[in-house]
Each structure stands twice: as structure tokens, then as C-alpha cells.
């Protein structure tokens, strides 16, 4: 197993890869596990290193879950979907959604704390959250993209 840290867009991930066969790898981000395609195989004599990472994070796509889901659904990748952005300035100070979660309009997906005033920023459509960009005490200005919804 090798593990590697990301930051994309000031967010944090703990990548683990646990498995690796042709083109498919099973990893976990932040604990979540996936299967991911990778755009090319590596070789069998090549030996996983720590120093060494196994693809570019932008040449793997998510292509499902682990087994814990109990329906199938349709396929969703991270960060698809409509974009709930901050509607001002502000601190997060609580997401109350994780990836994965179902979510209809009108629910609180984070709460910003502006010029001393929390504010519930809202799903503005229903659907599944494929991606949270923001975490727990980051500042964020207008604009900034918080969660995907798909």
C-alpha cells in the first residue's frame, strides 16, 4: 500500500493505493474507497515506491464505488454537477453533507459564517453531492466554488 497527499484547490487528500491491476486501481481518498481507470497500464516488473506515483491525478477517473452500495445507481464522477458557489466572503464553519449524500433543494449543504452571522448556503437543486471543495475553518471568497451537485 502507498500513500500520497494531494492538495487541489486548497483541499486536502490522503490518496491510498491499495491495488493495482492493468489499467483498473483500487485506492481510498480521505478513506472513501474507488476504483479508478488509469490511461495507461503499468507494467508488472514495475514496483510501486513511494517516490514514485503511480498515474497523474488528472489521467485517473472515478468509475464507481466500493461494494457498499446496496442499489445500483446511475454513474456519477467526482466534482460532476452544478456548482453551489459562496454567495459572499466568509469562514466555513460547518459542512453538514459528505460525498455521497442525497440532497434536495432547499437543503444546507455548508454553513459560512459572514460579518459575524452564520448563513445556510442552500442546495439549489436535488441530487447527490459528487464533490465538497471547501473544508472546516478555510476562508473563501465570493465566487468560490463550495460543493457539486449531480
Do not use: R, W
Amino acid at each position: 500500500m502507498t500513500k500520497y497527499e494531494y492538495t487541489v484547490q486548497g483541499v486536502d487528500y490522503e490518496v491510498e493505493i491499495l491495488e493495482v491491476e492493468g489499467t483498473l486501481a483500487k485506492v481510498t481518498v480521505n478513506g472513501t474507497p474507488f476504483e479508478v481507470e488509469l490511461k495507461q497500464p503499468i507494467s508488472v516488473g514495475k514496483q510501486i515506491h513511494a517516490h514514485q506515483p503511480v498515474a497523474k491525478p488528472a489521467a485517473a477517473k472515478v468509475v464507481g464505488e466500493a461494494p457498499k452500495q446496496e442499489a445500483p445507481k446511475q454513474e456519477v464522477h467526482a466534482g460532476d454537477g452544478e456548482k453551489v458557489c459562496s454567495p459572499l466572503p466568509g469562514t466555513i464553519t460547518s459542512i453538514p453533507v459528505k460525498v455521497g449524500d442525497a440532497v434536495a433543494v432547499g437543503d444546507t449543504v455548508v454553513v459560512l459564517e459572514a460579518m459575524k452571522m452564520q448563513n445556510n448556503i442552500e442546495a439549489e437543486n436535488a441530487g447527490t453531492i459528487t464533490s465538497i471543495l471547501v473544508k472546516e475553518g478555510e476562508s473563501v471568497m465570493e465566487g468560490a466554488v463550495l460543493v457539486t451537485i449531480a
